[in-house]
């Protein structure tokens, strides 16, 4: 399995129906403190969005609601996982993406034979509060070793000029958040992204 070099995280389906269509292949569905029935709903809308545009839809968090809505990829952090039932996940065939953040969690996340691995925060993110001080590049470039063949992630505080140095440091994939939902133009933005990253994009 290989990962689209652009990760677009977002917070709802309406981001994914105004960013997917741009050429976007890639796209994690992470909402935060919603009802059960709100969940469902965006998980649906933003399924649709995605079947349309032939991107890969990644559902944050909620792994029942993915397997029930049919969804075919999941990401979950650490705490997600200890909570998660990893055979349930694995007898229906979710493909599956781990946060890592230290030694200790990647030996974690190798143990689950991951899809893919994601490290963070590459830089300081300002979407949420992290204990862990930024990693750096160099960091990154120790996890590709570390993790061999494996589809990495990099993502915290990357922006379409970064972008270059993660995927050139080891990531196949560079996630990001508000580098474009908090720009003045996401649409043009993500189109910068598109362009800055189409290097590392296979095609067909
Ligand atoms: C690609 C990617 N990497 C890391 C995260 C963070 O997941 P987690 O640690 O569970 O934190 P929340 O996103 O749930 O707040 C992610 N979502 N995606
Ligand atoms: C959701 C998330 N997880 C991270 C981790 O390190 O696990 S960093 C992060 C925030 C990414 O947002 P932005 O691109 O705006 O920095
Ligand atoms: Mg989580």
Request: with cysteine.
């Amino acid at each position: 399995m290989k990962l689209d070099p652009f990760y677009l995280i977002v917070d709802s389906a309406e981001w994914i129906e105004r960013l997917v269509p741009l050429g976007v292949k890639l796209v994690q569905l992470r909402i935060k403190d919603r009802p059960e029935p709100v969940l469902r709903e965006e998980i649906r809308r933003a399924k649709a969005a995605c079947a349309a545009a032939g991107c890969q839809l990644i559902i944050n968090d909620y792994w029942r609601l993915a397997i029930d809505e049919g969804c075919d990829f999941i990401h979950l952090g650490q705490e997600d996982l200890m909570a998660a039932d990893l055979a349930a996940i694995r007898r229906v065939g979710l493909k599956l993406g781990l946060s890592t953040h230290d030694p200790s969690e990647l030996e974690t996340a190798l143990a689950a034979a991951p899809d893919y691995v994601a490290l963070g925060p590459v830089w300081p993110t300002i979407l949420k509060e992290m204990k862990w001080a930024p990693q750096g590049v160099e960091r990154l470039a120790d996890w590709r070793r570390r993790v061999g063949p494996m589809s990495l992630v990099a993502i915290g505080g990357i922006t379409a000029e970064r972008a270059p140095l993660v995927l050139e440091n080891g990531a196949e994939s560079a996630a990001v958040v508000t580098d474009i939902t908090r720009n003045p133009d996401p649409e043009a933005r993500t189109r910068q992204w598109l362009a800055a990253t189409a290097p590392w994009r296979s095609v067909g």
